[in-house]
């Protein structure tokens, strides 16, 4: 199993940015996917997860209304677009699946807010 995340970058407060996660290895529609993050100094956080059934999560009140989750099975992938974004969102972002009580992680991609 492997997970690719991608679509970070550098943004102004204010914009946007979609990061995506790519599956290999397995079906990602299957699964729940979560997507986390990991500000510096600070310890990683869940954002937001997607069911196999369309369920949808978001953990931190601070992205609700902001962050949406959504995927394409067509693609494996899944997405997290990031609106009206802040300072504070600057990260390294990464996905997750959790199969049989083993954690996959990604690379991670990482996201810079400046003010």
């Known amino acids: 199993v492997q997970l690719q995340a991608s679509g970070g970058g550098l943004v102004q407060a204010g914009g946007s940015l979609r990061v995506s996660c790519v599956a290999s290895?397995?079906?990602?529609?299957?699964?729940?996917i979560a997507w986390f993050r990991q500000a510096p100094g600070k310890e990683r956080e869940g954002v937001s997860c997607i069911s196999s059934s369309g369920e949808i999560v978001y953990w931190p009140d601070s992205v609700k209304g902001r962050f949406t989750i959504s995927r394409d099975n067509a693609k494996n992938t899944v997405y997290l677009q990031m609106n009206s974004l802040k300072p504070e969102d600057t990260a390294v972002y990464y996905c997750?699946?959790?199969?049989?009580?083993?954690?996959?992680w990604g690379k991670g991609t990482k996201v810079t807010v400046s003010s």
């Open positions: 997750n699946v959790n199969i049989w009580g083993m954690n996959f």
């Open positions: 290895g397995i079906t990602l529609e299957y699964y729940a």
